[in-house]
């Protein structure tokens, strides 16, 4: 052997040793955990969880990694009213493994669990809750209701296989164009109605304000009538006529032929 290839030798046995090394291990990224798997072993290391970083392991054996962060899984779902209709649902799944569980997971179902065992269950579980409503209530009164039903039957079922469902969230409803058409028409109607008991109950305050109104001006008048004479009258009209007389403008006093009428004073100023 030359003496260049001799002083290749060890960069050679050096760039082998570390494909060998890099080859005996895995790498878990940040927001992952793994199980370990012995190939001519027990099989699923139970009990101990391998967390970020390099680990090393024997060529033969290996790891499954899992991404313990939350996950969000669109699922576009066709499920039947309780009258029949056909109805278009898209929700969001946000969902992760259970971090301190992923042995038992890997073992149950695996590392492809939303496929496996979320999805068929969400879809399940969708269509017997839809079921028992009508296509109006699926599509605006009770939509939150729907959503809260299958979030609450999907988080149990899924927990049995060592899967957190954080939510499920209802993008979007499509029912069909003629039940679509009838809802519109219904809320308009009702918008209207609602409109018109606004307008009367509006009428019936202000006839109530004029109503209240008029009976003070009633009570008003009859109070002040009751407080007015004949003589108190005579009095106020004597009293009017000894001041226009006691006064220094010119003045012609007229007095009435009968004994009710009043002095007429016609005056003019100096």
Partial sequence: MSRKHTHLLPLILVVLISATLVGCGTQVPSGHRAV????????????KIYSEGFNWHFPWNSM????????????PLVV????????????????????????????????NYYDVYVAPNLRSIAREIAGRYKPEEIYSTKRDEVRTEILDQLTKEVAKRYIVLENVLIRDVTIPEKISEAINFKLTADQEAQKMQFTIEKEKLEAERKRIEAQGIA??????????TESLLKWKGIEATQKLAESSNTKIVIVGNSSSDLPVILGADK
């Fill in 219 to 228: 009570d008003f008048q009859k109070i002040v009538s009751a407080g007015i």
């Fill in 80 to 111: 039947l009213s309780s009258d029949g209709a056909t109805i278009k649902i898209e929700v969001s799944v946000l969902y992760r493994p259970e971090a301190a569980k992923l042995d038992s997971l890997q073992v149950t179902v695996g590392p």
């Fill in 64 to 75: 499954f990694v899992y991404r313990i962060q939350t996950q969000e899984q669109k699922e």
């Fill in 36 to 47: 370990f798997f012995y190939k001519f072993g027990s099989g699923t290391e139970m009990g």
